[in-house]
Protein backbone atom coordinates (compact mmCIF):
# COMPACT_ATOMS: atom_id res chain seq x y z
CA UNK A 1 0.00 0.00 0.00
CA UNK A 2 2.57 2.36 0.41
CA UNK A 3 5.23 0.62 -1.98
CA UNK A 4 6.97 3.91 -2.39
CA UNK A 5 7.09 5.48 0.73
CA UNK A 6 8.58 2.88 2.82
CA UNK A 7 11.32 3.17 0.26
CA UNK A 8 12.46 6.91 1.53
CA UNK A 9 13.85 6.71 4.80
CA UNK A 10 15.34 9.90 4.01
CA UNK A 11 15.47 12.37 1.50
CA UNK A 12 18.05 11.66 -0.27
CA UNK A 13 16.50 8.62 -1.08
CA UNK A 14 13.46 10.77 -2.29
CA UNK A 15 15.86 12.39 -4.31
CA UNK A 16 16.94 9.65 -6.24
CA UNK A 17 13.11 9.28 -7.22
CA UNK A 18 12.08 10.15 -10.90
CA UNK A 19 10.02 13.32 -10.93
CA UNK A 20 6.61 11.23 -12.47
CA UNK A 21 7.08 9.23 -9.23
CA UNK A 22 6.18 11.83 -7.09
CA UNK A 23 2.58 12.35 -7.56
CA UNK A 24 2.33 8.46 -6.47
CA UNK A 25 4.59 9.65 -3.16
CA UNK A 26 2.05 12.40 -2.71
CA UNK A 27 -0.76 10.40 -2.78
CA UNK A 28 0.86 7.52 -0.53
CA UNK A 29 2.55 10.26 1.92
CA UNK A 30 -1.34 11.94 2.30
CA UNK A 31 -3.07 8.39 2.89
CA UNK A 32 -0.14 8.08 5.37
CA UNK A 33 -0.76 10.50 7.48
CA UNK A 34 -4.05 10.42 7.64
CA UNK A 35 -4.22 7.02 8.83
CA UNK A 36 -1.83 7.55 11.61
CA UNK A 37 -2.82 11.20 13.07
CA UNK A 38 -6.64 9.15 13.15
CA UNK A 39 -4.92 6.89 15.50
CA UNK A 40 -2.54 8.95 17.36
CA UNK A 41 -4.47 12.15 17.35
CA UNK A 42 -2.60 15.55 16.12
CA UNK A 43 -2.68 18.06 13.77
CA UNK A 44 -4.35 16.75 10.32
CA UNK A 45 -5.85 19.76 8.02
CA UNK A 46 -2.26 21.13 7.56
CA UNK A 47 -0.20 18.41 7.29
CA UNK A 48 -2.75 16.96 4.73
CA UNK A 49 -2.43 20.58 3.20
CA UNK A 50 1.26 20.44 2.71
CA UNK A 51 2.07 17.07 1.50
CA UNK A 52 3.30 18.29 -2.42
CA UNK A 53 5.40 21.15 -0.90
CA UNK A 54 6.86 19.12 1.62
CA UNK A 55 7.87 16.86 -1.22
CA UNK A 56 9.28 19.60 -3.01
CA UNK A 57 10.88 21.03 -0.40
CA UNK A 58 13.16 18.33 0.30
CA UNK A 59 13.51 16.83 -3.60
CA UNK A 60 15.06 20.68 -4.52
CA UNK A 61 17.07 21.35 -1.58
CA UNK A 62 19.53 19.82 -0.43
CA UNK A 63 18.20 19.39 3.12
CA UNK A 64 19.71 19.11 5.79
CA UNK A 65 22.66 21.24 4.68
CA UNK A 66 20.26 23.55 3.05
CA UNK A 67 17.64 24.58 6.07
CA UNK A 68 14.32 24.38 5.89
CA UNK A 69 12.41 26.12 8.73
CA UNK A 70 8.71 25.51 9.03
CA UNK A 71 6.71 28.10 11.19
CA UNK A 72 4.70 27.05 14.21
CA UNK A 73 5.66 23.51 13.01
CA UNK A 74 2.27 21.84 13.16
CA UNK A 75 2.45 20.83 9.98
CA UNK A 76 5.54 18.89 9.82
CA UNK A 77 4.30 15.69 9.67
CA UNK A 78 4.98 15.02 6.16
CA UNK A 79 8.78 16.33 7.04
CA UNK A 80 9.38 13.94 9.36
CA UNK A 81 7.85 11.08 7.77
CA UNK A 82 10.40 11.72 4.90
CA UNK A 83 13.28 12.35 7.62
CA UNK A 84 13.64 8.99 9.20
CA UNK A 85 10.19 8.67 11.54
CA UNK A 86 7.77 7.25 9.49
CA UNK A 87 7.82 4.63 12.02
CA UNK A 88 8.11 7.12 14.76
CA UNK A 89 4.62 8.76 13.84
CA UNK A 90 2.91 5.67 15.83
CA UNK A 91 4.33 7.55 18.76
CA UNK A 92 3.58 11.09 18.05
CA UNK A 93 2.37 13.04 21.36
CA UNK A 94 3.25 10.25 23.01
CA UNK A 95 5.16 10.26 26.30
CA UNK A 96 8.60 9.19 25.45
CA UNK A 97 7.92 9.37 21.50
CA UNK A 98 8.49 11.86 18.91
CA UNK A 99 7.12 15.56 19.31
CA UNK A 100 4.13 16.64 17.39
CA UNK A 101 6.71 19.51 16.49
CA UNK A 102 9.98 20.68 15.24
CA UNK A 103 12.96 19.79 17.24
CA UNK A 104 16.57 20.36 17.14
CA UNK A 105 17.17 17.45 19.44
CA UNK A 106 14.96 15.03 17.39
CA UNK A 107 16.38 15.13 14.15
CA UNK A 108 19.08 17.06 12.12
CA UNK A 109 16.49 18.42 9.57
CA UNK A 110 14.48 19.89 12.23
CA UNK A 111 16.49 22.95 11.90
CA UNK A 112 15.03 24.95 14.58
CA UNK A 113 12.15 24.32 17.57
CA UNK A 114 8.69 25.87 16.85
CA UNK A 115 5.37 25.59 17.88
CA UNK A 116 4.44 29.13 18.93
CA UNK A 117 4.07 31.12 15.41
CA UNK A 118 5.91 33.52 13.39
CA UNK A 119 9.36 32.77 14.47
CA UNK A 120 10.29 31.41 11.24
CA UNK A 121 11.70 34.21 9.06
CA UNK A 122 13.59 35.42 11.82
CA UNK A 123 15.48 32.33 12.61
CA UNK A 124 15.77 31.37 8.97
CA UNK A 125 17.18 35.14 8.36
CA UNK A 126 19.67 34.37 11.33
CA UNK A 127 20.74 31.12 9.87
CA UNK A 128 21.42 32.91 6.18
CA UNK A 129 23.19 35.60 7.59
CA UNK A 130 25.26 32.88 10.06
CA UNK A 131 25.64 31.12 6.64
CA UNK A 132 27.13 34.43 5.09
CA UNK A 133 29.34 35.28 7.86
CA UNK A 134 31.12 31.96 7.91
CA UNK A 135 31.48 31.62 4.51
CA UNK A 136 29.17 28.76 3.82
CA UNK A 137 26.84 28.20 0.61
CA UNK A 138 23.52 26.88 1.76
CA UNK A 139 20.03 27.63 1.47
CA UNK A 140 17.62 28.85 4.03
CA UNK A 141 13.84 28.39 3.86
CA UNK A 142 11.20 29.54 5.87
CA UNK A 143 7.94 28.03 5.46
CA UNK A 144 4.82 30.45 6.31
CA UNK A 145 1.20 29.93 6.79
CA UNK A 146 -1.19 32.95 6.39
CA UNK A 147 -2.42 32.86 9.76
CA UNK A 148 1.20 33.00 10.93
CA UNK A 149 2.10 35.80 8.51
CA UNK A 150 -0.62 38.03 10.34
CA UNK A 151 1.52 38.39 13.36
CA UNK A 152 4.20 41.60 14.16
CA UNK A 153 7.43 39.15 14.63
CA UNK A 154 6.97 38.23 10.48
CA UNK A 155 6.59 41.58 9.60
CA UNK A 156 9.56 42.67 11.60
CA UNK A 157 11.94 39.54 10.24
CA UNK A 158 10.75 40.73 6.54
CA UNK A 159 11.52 44.38 7.30
CA UNK A 160 15.18 42.91 8.11
CA UNK A 161 15.53 40.55 5.88
CA UNK A 162 14.45 42.50 2.70
CA UNK A 163 17.03 45.11 3.63
CA UNK A 164 19.86 42.94 4.19
CA UNK A 165 19.80 41.43 0.68
CA UNK A 166 20.79 38.24 2.56
CA UNK A 167 19.99 34.98 0.57
CA UNK A 168 16.92 33.72 1.94
CA UNK A 169 13.77 32.30 0.68
CA UNK A 170 10.07 32.83 2.69
CA UNK A 171 7.36 30.15 1.43
CA UNK A 172 4.47 31.40 2.17
CA UNK A 173 1.62 28.88 2.57
CA UNK A 174 -1.78 30.32 1.71
CA UNK A 175 -4.73 28.03 2.60
CA UNK A 176 -6.82 30.96 3.24
CA UNK A 177 -7.43 29.87 6.96
CA UNK A 178 -5.95 30.10 10.32
CA UNK A 179 -7.21 27.92 13.18
CA UNK A 180 -10.13 29.28 12.41
CA UNK A 181 -11.18 32.15 9.08
CA UNK A 182 -8.24 34.42 9.01
CA UNK A 183 -8.82 38.05 9.74
CA UNK A 184 -7.29 41.37 8.85
CA UNK A 185 -6.35 43.82 6.10
CA UNK A 186 -2.99 40.84 5.13
CA UNK A 187 -6.00 38.26 4.57
CA UNK A 188 -7.69 40.97 2.24
CA UNK A 189 -4.62 41.69 0.47
CA UNK A 190 -3.64 37.95 -0.45
CA UNK A 191 -7.24 37.29 -1.72
CA UNK A 192 -6.30 39.79 -4.23
CA UNK A 193 -3.04 38.81 -5.19
CA UNK A 194 -4.73 35.06 -5.65
CA UNK A 195 -7.77 36.73 -7.82
CA UNK A 196 -8.44 36.87 -11.41
CA UNK A 197 -5.68 37.43 -14.20
CA UNK A 198 -2.56 37.05 -11.36
CA UNK A 199 -3.41 33.71 -10.20
CA UNK A 200 -4.51 32.63 -13.98
CA UNK A 201 -1.35 34.04 -15.27
CA UNK A 202 0.85 32.31 -12.97
CA UNK A 203 -1.25 29.01 -13.08
CA UNK A 204 -0.30 29.34 -17.06
CA UNK A 205 2.85 30.11 -16.78
CA UNK A 206 4.66 26.61 -16.20
CA UNK A 207 8.08 25.92 -16.47
CA UNK A 208 8.71 28.34 -19.74
CA UNK A 209 7.71 31.56 -17.76
CA UNK A 210 9.52 30.66 -14.60
CA UNK A 211 12.56 30.24 -16.28
CA UNK A 212 12.01 33.48 -17.87
CA UNK A 213 11.30 34.97 -14.86
CA UNK A 214 14.17 33.49 -12.82
CA UNK A 215 16.27 35.12 -15.43
CA UNK A 216 15.24 38.51 -15.42
CA UNK A 217 14.84 38.53 -11.56
CA UNK A 218 18.59 37.88 -11.78
CA UNK A 219 18.93 41.08 -13.59
CA UNK A 220 16.53 42.32 -10.32
CA UNK A 221 14.22 43.71 -12.54
CA UNK A 222 11.34 43.64 -9.92
CA UNK A 223 7.44 43.15 -10.15
CA UNK A 224 7.07 41.23 -13.52
CA UNK A 225 4.18 38.78 -12.53
CA UNK A 226 2.51 41.19 -10.10
CA UNK A 227 3.91 44.56 -9.97
CA UNK A 228 4.74 46.37 -6.89
CA UNK A 229 3.42 43.50 -4.37
CA UNK A 230 3.79 44.65 -0.60
CA UNK A 231 6.53 41.95 -0.13
CA UNK A 232 8.55 43.46 -2.94
CA UNK A 233 8.16 46.76 -1.42
CA UNK A 234 10.17 45.44 1.69
CA UNK A 235 12.80 44.39 -0.75
CA UNK A 236 12.01 40.59 -1.60
CA UNK A 237 11.38 39.39 -5.27
CA UNK A 238 8.05 38.42 -5.11
CA UNK A 239 6.79 34.88 -7.29
CA UNK A 240 3.29 33.65 -7.28
CA UNK A 241 1.38 33.05 -6.45
CA UNK A 242 1.51 28.99 -7.52
CA UNK A 243 -0.56 26.04 -7.05
CA UNK A 244 0.86 24.08 -3.86
CA UNK A 245 -0.59 20.79 -4.88
CA UNK A 246 0.81 20.69 -8.49
CA UNK A 247 4.25 19.14 -8.32
CA UNK A 248 4.80 20.34 -11.47
CA UNK A 249 4.99 23.99 -10.61
CA UNK A 250 6.32 23.38 -7.40
CA UNK A 251 9.48 21.67 -8.25
CA UNK A 252 10.58 23.76 -11.56
CA UNK A 253 9.64 27.13 -9.48
CA UNK A 254 11.63 26.08 -6.64
CA UNK A 255 14.68 24.96 -8.52
CA UNK A 256 14.65 28.10 -10.71
CA UNK A 257 14.48 30.47 -7.33
CA UNK A 258 17.51 27.93 -5.87
CA UNK A 259 19.35 29.91 -8.89
CA UNK A 260 18.48 33.45 -7.82
CA UNK A 261 20.79 35.74 -5.56
CA UNK A 262 18.86 37.67 -2.47
CA UNK A 263 15.55 37.41 -0.34
CA UNK A 264 13.07 35.80 -2.09
CA UNK A 265 9.49 35.48 -1.48
CA UNK A 266 7.25 32.50 -3.13
CA UNK A 267 3.31 32.99 -2.59
CA UNK A 268 2.39 29.06 -2.74
CA UNK A 269 -1.75 28.28 -2.66
CA UNK A 270 -2.50 25.60 -0.88
CA UNK A 271 -6.21 24.04 0.25
CA UNK A 272 -6.18 22.86 4.22
CA UNK A 273 -7.39 19.65 4.38
CA UNK A 274 -6.50 19.06 0.66
CA UNK A 275 -7.49 15.34 -0.25
CA UNK A 276 -9.77 14.39 2.54
CA UNK A 277 -13.09 15.08 1.93
CA UNK A 278 -14.37 15.93 5.66
CA UNK A 279 -11.12 17.73 6.39
CA UNK A 280 -11.22 20.12 3.76
CA UNK A 281 -15.52 20.83 4.28
CA UNK A 282 -14.56 21.48 7.81
CA UNK A 283 -11.07 22.32 8.10
CA UNK A 284 -11.69 24.10 11.56
CA UNK A 285 -13.10 20.94 13.19
CA UNK A 286 -9.86 18.82 11.80
CA UNK A 287 -7.03 21.18 12.46
CA UNK A 288 -6.48 19.35 15.69
CA UNK A 289 -8.02 15.93 16.50
CA UNK A 290 -8.24 13.01 18.53
CA UNK A 291 -8.23 9.23 17.43
CA UNK A 292 -11.25 9.03 14.89
CA UNK A 293 -12.01 6.30 12.28
CA UNK A 294 -11.12 7.77 8.27
CA UNK A 295 -14.55 6.24 6.91
CA UNK A 296 -16.53 7.79 9.66
CA UNK A 297 -14.72 11.17 10.32
CA UNK A 298 -15.14 12.74 13.66
CA UNK A 299 -17.86 12.05 15.25
CA UNK A 300 -20.48 14.05 17.20
CA UNK A 301 -17.85 17.31 17.46
CA UNK A 302 -15.45 17.07 20.03
CA UNK A 303 -17.61 17.34 23.87
CA UNK A 304 -18.98 14.93 25.45
CA UNK A 305 -18.54 14.32 29.62
CA UNK A 306 -17.78 16.88 32.10
CA UNK A 307 -18.02 20.48 30.93
CA UNK A 308 -14.28 22.09 30.47
CA UNK A 309 -13.04 25.46 31.93
CA UNK A 310 -13.18 26.63 28.06
CA UNK A 311 -16.95 26.14 28.42
CA UNK A 312 -17.18 27.06 31.86
CA UNK A 313 -15.50 30.37 31.02
CA UNK A 314 -17.56 30.48 27.33
CA UNK A 315 -21.15 30.24 29.28
CA UNK A 316 -20.20 33.03 31.68
CA UNK A 317 -18.30 35.39 29.15
CA UNK A 318 -22.00 35.13 27.51
CA UNK A 319 -24.20 35.47 30.85
CA UNK A 320 -21.81 38.53 32.30
CA UNK A 321 -22.20 40.00 28.51
CA UNK A 322 -25.69 39.82 28.94
CA UNK A 323 -25.40 41.79 32.22
CA UNK A 324 -23.23 44.22 31.28
CA UNK A 325 -23.00 46.55 27.75
CA UNK A 326 -19.44 46.93 28.18
CA UNK A 327 -17.95 43.94 28.11
CA UNK A 328 -15.99 43.65 25.25
CA UNK A 329 -14.19 39.90 24.27
CA UNK A 330 -10.24 39.32 22.58
CA UNK A 331 -8.89 36.52 21.33
CA UNK A 332 -5.70 36.10 19.36
CA UNK A 333 -7.18 34.00 16.95
CA UNK A 334 -8.01 31.48 19.03
CA UNK A 335 -11.77 31.48 18.82
CA UNK A 336 -12.38 27.58 19.23
CA UNK A 337 -9.59 26.76 21.73
CA UNK A 338 -10.92 29.90 24.05
CA UNK A 339 -14.84 28.79 24.03
CA UNK A 340 -15.36 31.80 22.12
CA UNK A 341 -17.56 30.55 18.90
CA UNK A 342 -21.20 31.15 20.94
CA UNK A 343 -20.18 34.25 21.95
CA UNK A 344 -18.97 35.34 18.90
CA UNK A 345 -22.23 34.51 17.53
CA UNK A 346 -24.74 36.24 19.80
CA UNK A 347 -22.48 39.57 20.54
CA UNK A 348 -20.11 39.78 16.82
CA UNK A 349 -19.94 43.59 17.41
CA UNK A 350 -18.30 42.72 21.09
CA UNK A 351 -15.66 40.14 19.53
CA UNK A 352 -12.23 41.05 18.74
CA UNK A 353 -10.25 38.33 17.13
CA UNK A 354 -7.12 39.89 16.27
CA UNK A 355 -5.40 38.08 15.03
CA UNK A 356 -2.06 35.90 15.92
CA UNK A 357 -1.19 38.96 17.30
CA UNK A 358 -1.06 38.59 21.63
CA UNK A 359 1.03 42.17 21.70
CA UNK A 360 -1.57 44.17 20.03
CA UNK A 361 -3.92 41.94 21.70
CA UNK A 362 -3.25 43.30 25.36
CA UNK A 363 -2.52 47.32 24.00
CA UNK A 364 -5.77 47.08 22.26
CA UNK A 365 -7.65 46.05 24.95
CA UNK A 366 -5.71 48.69 27.30
CA UNK A 367 -6.71 51.05 24.76
CA UNK A 368 -10.87 49.83 25.06
CA UNK A 369 -10.41 49.79 29.28
CA UNK A 370 -9.44 53.83 28.66
CA UNK A 371 -12.35 54.80 27.29
CA UNK A 372 -14.66 52.84 29.53
CA UNK A 373 -15.01 49.35 27.77
CA UNK A 374 -14.35 46.71 30.06
CA UNK A 375 -12.71 44.44 27.83
CA UNK A 376 -12.16 40.30 28.38
CA UNK A 377 -8.56 38.75 26.90
CA UNK A 378 -9.16 35.08 26.80
CA UNK A 379 -5.23 33.92 25.97
CA UNK A 380 -3.79 30.77 26.77
CA UNK A 381 -1.07 30.89 29.54
CA UNK A 382 2.10 30.17 26.63
CA UNK A 383 0.65 33.22 24.13
CA UNK A 384 0.64 35.42 26.82
CA UNK A 385 4.48 35.43 27.22
CA UNK A 386 4.57 37.06 24.12
CA UNK A 387 2.56 40.13 25.58
CA UNK A 388 4.96 40.29 28.71
CA UNK A 389 6.15 43.99 27.67
CA UNK A 390 2.54 45.27 27.07
CA UNK A 391 1.44 43.72 30.34
CA UNK A 392 3.40 45.57 32.25
CA UNK A 393 3.86 48.97 30.35
CA UNK A 394 0.21 49.08 28.76
CA UNK A 395 -1.59 47.72 31.29
CA UNK A 396 -0.47 47.59 34.77
CA UNK A 397 1.22 50.89 35.26
CA UNK A 398 -1.76 52.57 33.92
CA UNK A 399 -3.34 50.35 36.69
CA UNK A 400 -6.03 49.58 33.85
CA UNK A 401 -8.90 47.85 34.43
CA UNK A 402 -8.93 44.43 32.35
CA UNK A 403 -9.59 40.38 32.58
CA UNK A 404 -7.41 38.17 31.75
CA UNK A 405 -9.12 34.43 31.51
CA UNK A 406 -5.97 32.57 30.70
CA UNK A 407 -6.54 28.94 29.71
CA UNK A 408 -4.28 26.13 29.08
CA UNK A 409 -2.17 27.39 32.95
CA UNK A 410 0.09 24.20 34.15
CA UNK A 411 0.54 21.32 32.17
CA UNK A 412 -1.02 20.91 28.82
CA UNK A 413 -0.35 17.19 27.63
CA UNK A 414 0.77 16.13 23.85
CA UNK A 415 1.93 19.40 22.96
CA UNK A 416 4.20 19.60 25.61
CA UNK A 417 7.57 21.86 26.26
CA UNK A 418 6.06 24.90 24.16
CA UNK A 419 2.57 24.81 25.15
CA UNK A 420 2.96 24.34 29.19
CA UNK A 421 1.19 26.96 31.24
CA UNK A 422 4.27 26.49 33.63
CA UNK A 423 5.03 30.05 34.03
CA UNK A 424 2.34 32.58 34.64
CA UNK A 425 1.83 32.94 38.56
CA UNK A 426 5.68 34.04 38.55
CA UNK A 427 5.51 36.27 36.34
CA UNK A 428 2.47 37.54 36.98
CA UNK A 429 2.59 38.10 41.21
CA UNK A 430 5.40 40.01 40.79
CA UNK A 431 3.71 42.90 38.76
CA UNK A 432 2.51 45.78 40.76
CA UNK A 433 -1.37 46.49 40.53
CA UNK A 434 -1.94 42.78 39.14
CA UNK A 435 -4.76 40.56 40.97
CA UNK A 436 -4.00 37.12 40.53
CA UNK A 437 -6.56 34.01 41.36
CA UNK A 438 -6.45 30.40 40.65
CA UNK A 439 -10.11 28.70 41.01
CA UNK A 440 -9.65 25.33 42.30
CA UNK A 441 -12.64 23.67 40.46
CA UNK A 442 -15.15 25.01 37.46
CA UNK A 443 -17.90 26.87 39.71
CA UNK A 444 -14.53 28.80 41.83
CA UNK A 445 -13.50 29.49 37.84
CA UNK A 446 -17.03 31.20 37.32
CA UNK A 447 -17.19 33.08 40.62
CA UNK A 448 -13.42 34.45 40.19
CA UNK A 449 -14.70 35.77 36.32
CA UNK A 450 -17.36 37.59 37.79
CA UNK A 451 -14.98 38.52 40.49
CA UNK A 452 -12.18 39.85 38.07
CA UNK A 453 -14.85 41.74 36.29
CA UNK A 454 -15.68 43.76 39.08
CA UNK A 455 -12.49 45.08 40.33
CA UNK A 456 -11.61 48.36 38.52
CA UNK A 457 -7.91 46.98 38.13
CA UNK A 458 -6.24 44.37 36.10
CA UNK A 459 -7.08 41.00 37.16
CA UNK A 460 -6.33 37.83 36.21
CA UNK A 461 -8.00 34.20 35.94
CA UNK A 462 -5.53 31.19 35.49
CA UNK A 463 -7.44 27.64 35.04
CA UNK A 464 -6.30 24.42 33.05
CA UNK A 465 -6.77 22.85 30.55
CA UNK A 466 -9.62 20.23 30.31
CA UNK A 467 -12.45 19.42 32.33
CA UNK A 468 -12.30 19.92 36.49
CA UNK A 469 -13.25 17.34 38.69
CA UNK A 470 -16.99 17.89 37.31
CA UNK A 471 -18.63 20.19 40.50
CA UNK A 472 -22.51 22.12 39.76
CA UNK A 473 -21.83 25.42 38.37
CA UNK A 474 -23.70 28.18 40.12
CA UNK A 475 -25.76 29.97 37.81
CA UNK A 476 -25.62 32.50 40.55
CA UNK A 477 -22.47 34.86 40.43
CA UNK A 478 -21.25 36.66 43.55
CA UNK A 479 -18.45 38.10 44.11
CA UNK A 480 -15.37 36.59 46.52
CA UNK A 481 -13.90 38.64 49.06
CA UNK A 482 -10.12 39.77 47.51
CA UNK A 483 -7.09 37.91 49.02
CA UNK A 484 -9.15 35.42 50.76
CA UNK A 485 -8.53 31.78 51.12
CA UNK A 486 -10.41 28.84 52.86
CA UNK A 487 -9.35 26.23 55.06
CA UNK A 488 -10.82 23.40 53.73
CA UNK A 489 -10.22 20.83 56.11
CA UNK A 490 -8.52 20.75 59.66
CA UNK A 491 -6.24 17.80 60.31
CA UNK A 492 -3.22 16.96 62.16
CA UNK A 493 -5.02 16.89 65.36
CA UNK A 494 -3.03 14.21 67.45
CA UNK A 495 -0.60 13.67 64.79
CA UNK A 496 3.34 13.88 66.01
CA UNK A 497 4.10 16.37 63.11
CA UNK A 498 1.04 18.77 62.39
CA UNK A 499 1.00 19.54 58.59
CA UNK A 500 -0.89 21.95 56.60
CA UNK A 501 -1.38 21.92 52.65
CA UNK A 502 -1.82 25.19 51.19
CA UNK A 503 -2.73 24.23 47.54
CA UNK A 504 -3.05 26.76 44.44
CA UNK A 505 -5.50 25.51 41.45
CA UNK A 506 -6.79 22.50 40.87
CA UNK A 507 -3.88 21.01 42.63
CA UNK A 508 -6.83 21.52 45.85
CA UNK A 509 -7.67 17.96 44.12
CA UNK A 510 -4.63 15.82 44.74
CA UNK A 511 -4.25 17.49 47.68
CA UNK A 512 -6.91 16.70 49.59
CA UNK A 513 -6.81 13.03 48.46
CA UNK A 514 -3.35 13.30 49.81
CA UNK A 515 -4.13 14.98 52.77
CA UNK A 516 -6.47 12.56 53.96
CA UNK A 517 -3.75 9.86 54.29
CA UNK A 518 -1.75 11.80 56.47
CA UNK A 519 -4.53 13.73 58.12
CA UNK A 520 -2.96 17.39 57.15
CA UNK A 521 -4.93 20.33 56.92
CA UNK A 522 -5.87 21.79 53.67
CA UNK A 523 -6.14 25.38 52.70
CA UNK A 524 -7.38 26.51 49.15
CA UNK A 525 -5.66 29.58 49.08
CA UNK A 526 -7.50 31.00 45.96
CA UNK A 527 -5.23 33.78 45.61
CA UNK A 528 -1.88 34.02 44.40
CA UNK A 529 -2.28 37.91 44.95
CA UNK A 530 -3.01 39.52 46.85
CA UNK A 531 -2.01 36.51 49.25
CA UNK A 532 -3.88 35.85 52.16
CA UNK A 533 -1.22 36.86 54.86
CA UNK A 534 -3.19 36.10 57.41
CA UNK A 535 -4.55 32.47 56.88
CA UNK A 536 -0.82 32.08 55.99
CA UNK A 537 0.36 33.48 59.77
CA UNK A 538 -2.48 31.41 60.82
CA UNK A 539 -1.64 27.75 59.43
CA UNK A 540 2.36 29.15 60.00
CA UNK A 541 1.53 29.10 64.41
CA UNK A 542 -0.95 25.78 64.39
CA UNK A 543 1.75 23.50 62.14
CA UNK A 544 4.87 22.00 62.08
CA UNK A 545 4.88 22.07 58.40
CA UNK A 546 3.70 24.18 55.50
CA UNK A 547 3.65 22.40 52.09
CA UNK A 548 2.49 24.49 49.03
CA UNK A 549 1.57 22.88 45.78
CA UNK A 550 1.23 24.85 42.72
CA UNK A 551 0.78 23.90 39.21
CA UNK A 552 3.43 26.14 38.34
CA UNK A 553 7.24 26.18 38.70
CA UNK A 554 8.59 26.81 42.01
CA UNK A 555 10.66 29.47 41.25
CA UNK A 556 9.14 32.73 41.61
CA UNK A 557 6.04 30.96 42.24
CA UNK A 558 2.91 31.10 44.89
CA UNK A 559 5.12 28.77 47.52
CA UNK A 560 7.78 31.83 46.92
CA UNK A 561 4.98 34.03 47.96
CA UNK A 562 4.15 32.40 50.70
CA UNK A 563 7.98 32.06 52.08
CA UNK A 564 7.84 36.04 51.37
CA UNK A 565 4.85 36.32 53.31
CA UNK A 566 6.53 34.30 56.34
CA UNK A 567 9.21 36.47 55.88
CA UNK A 568 7.61 39.70 55.95
CA UNK A 569 5.47 38.67 59.26
CA UNK A 570 8.76 37.43 60.84
CA UNK A 571 7.43 34.15 61.05
CA UNK A 572 9.43 30.59 61.40
CA UNK A 573 8.44 27.77 59.99
CA UNK A 574 9.60 24.99 57.71
CA UNK A 575 8.32 25.20 53.81
CA UNK A 576 8.40 22.54 51.39
CA UNK A 577 7.47 23.83 48.06
CA UNK A 578 6.29 21.54 45.70
CA UNK A 579 5.18 22.64 41.97
CA UNK A 580 7.04 22.01 38.79
CA UNK A 581 10.63 21.95 38.53
CA UNK A 582 13.86 23.81 36.69
CA UNK A 583 13.12 21.53 33.50
CA UNK A 584 11.17 21.56 30.30
CA UNK A 585 8.47 18.92 30.31
CA UNK A 586 8.00 16.49 27.94
CA UNK A 587 4.79 15.79 25.26
CA UNK A 588 2.32 13.71 26.55
CA UNK A 589 -0.20 12.33 28.51
CA UNK A 590 -1.35 15.06 31.62
CA UNK A 591 -1.39 12.36 34.25
CA UNK A 592 1.97 11.17 33.48
CA UNK A 593 3.34 14.65 33.05
CA UNK A 594 1.77 15.28 36.25
CA UNK A 595 2.90 12.21 38.05
CA UNK A 596 6.63 12.90 36.84
CA UNK A 597 6.44 16.34 38.55
CA UNK A 598 5.45 14.52 41.36
CA UNK A 599 2.53 16.46 41.71
CA UNK A 600 -0.30 13.69 41.99
CA UNK A 601 -1.52 12.26 45.10
CA UNK A 602 1.18 9.78 45.48
CA UNK A 603 3.87 12.12 44.77
CA UNK A 604 2.37 14.78 46.84
CA UNK A 605 2.20 12.00 49.78
CA UNK A 606 5.66 10.97 48.98
CA UNK A 607 7.27 14.29 48.90
CA UNK A 608 5.69 15.09 52.34
CA UNK A 609 6.67 11.72 54.20
CA UNK A 610 10.65 12.34 52.65
CA UNK A 611 10.85 15.76 54.80
CA UNK A 612 9.11 14.47 57.59
CA UNK A 613 11.45 11.62 57.91
CA UNK A 614 14.51 14.50 57.56
C1 LIG B 1 2.05 32.87 19.19
C2 LIG B 1 1.01 31.84 18.85
N1 LIG B 1 -0.30 32.14 19.00
C3 LIG B 1 -1.24 31.22 18.70
C4 LIG B 1 -0.89 30.00 18.24
C5 LIG B 1 -1.95 28.93 17.98
N2 LIG B 1 -1.97 28.54 16.56
C6 LIG B 1 -1.43 27.40 16.13
S1 LIG B 1 -1.59 27.17 14.50
C7 LIG B 1 -2.44 28.60 14.34
C8 LIG B 1 -2.95 29.02 13.00
C9 LIG B 1 -1.85 29.16 12.03
O1 LIG B 1 -2.39 29.48 10.78
P1 LIG B 1 -1.47 29.34 9.51
O2 LIG B 1 -0.13 29.88 9.77
O3 LIG B 1 -2.22 29.94 8.37
O4 LIG B 1 -1.31 27.77 9.32
P2 LIG B 1 -2.46 26.70 8.98
O5 LIG B 1 -2.96 26.20 10.31
O6 LIG B 1 -3.50 27.38 8.18
O7 LIG B 1 -1.78 25.61 8.23
C10 LIG B 1 -2.59 29.24 15.57
C11 LIG B 1 -3.31 30.49 15.80
C12 LIG B 1 0.48 29.72 18.11
N3 LIG B 1 0.92 28.52 17.71
N4 LIG B 1 1.39 30.66 18.41
Redo the contacts with the bound molecule.
Sequence with gaps: MYDLLTSINYPHALRSLERKQLPQLAQELRQFLLESVSQTGGHLS?NL?TVELTIALHYVFDTPHDRLVW??G??TYGHKVLTGRREGMQQLRIWEGISGFPRREESAYDTFGT????TSISAALGMAMASRLAGIKRHVVAI?????MSAGMAFEALNNAGASGVDLLVVL?D?D???SPPVGALNKYLAKLMSGRFYAAARRAGEKVLGDLARRAEEHVKGMVTPGTMFEEFGFNYIGPIDGHDLDALIPTLKNISALQGPQFLHVVTK?GQGYKLAEADPVLY?GVSKFKPDDGIVGGKSGGKPTYTQVFGDWLCDMAAQDKRLIAIT???REGSGLVRFSELYPDRYFDVG?A?QHALTFAAGMACEGMKPVIAIYST?LQ?AYDQLIHDVTIQNLPLVLAIDRAGLVGADGATHHGSFDLSYLRCLPNMTVMAPSDENECRQMLYTAFQMKTPAAVRYPRGAGSGVPVQKEMRALPIGKGEVRRSGGNGASHKVAILAFGGMLKPVLEAAEEIDATVANMRFVKPLDDALVADLARRHDLLVTVEENVVMGGAGSAVLESLQQQELKVPVLQLGLPDRYIDHGDPALQLASCGLDKDGILASIRARLRG
Design positions: SGDVHQAHSSIGDGANNMSIKHPAMIEFR
